[in-house]
């Protein structure tokens, strides 16, 4: 498992841009297909964006497909989630995952680490 922390949520108003990041300590990210779930108060976690180990293959859920971008930085240490337009209903506390394979999954029981999430909070 790869330690992970999540950090760049806070308030922000309805159209306004958020990057949210994820570090991990003392190793890298490099041989994990990584993702991002979040989750709002009485609701399921849901998946966000991944994107494979290579970098290569990224995948997005349609509520934010157009307004996200996820990547991962060349020293393969940081993972990083763009988010623009941003509406009320992305109101939830956003978490990093990994997993040791080549493929991007969308079913959070597939990830093996997790961070602690960081909240975002979308005012209208």
């Known amino acids: 498992q790869v330690q992970l922390v999540e950090s760049g949520g806070g308030l922000v108003q309805a159209g306004g841009s958020l990057r949210l990041s994820c570090a991990t300590s003392?190793?890298?990210?490099?041989?994990?297909?990584m993702g991002w779930f979040r989750q709002a108060p009485g609701k399921e976690r849901e998946f966000v964006a991944g994107i494979s180990w290579i970098g290569v293959s990224t995948v997005y859920a349609d509520s934010v497909k157009g307004r996200a971008t996820i990547s991962r930085d060349n020293a393969e240490i940081t993972l990083y989630l763009q988010m623009n337009s941003l509406k009320p209903e992305d109101t939830a506390v956003y978490y990093c995952?990994?997993?040791?394979?080549?493929?991007?999954?969308?079913?959070?029981?597939?990830?093996?680490?997790w961070g602690q999430g960081t909240q975002v909070t979308v005012s209208s």
């Open positions: 003392g190793g890298t990210l490099r041989r994990y297909t």
């Open positions: 995952a990994a997993r040791t394979s080549l493929v991007v999954v969308t079913t959070a029981g597939d990830y093996d680490s």
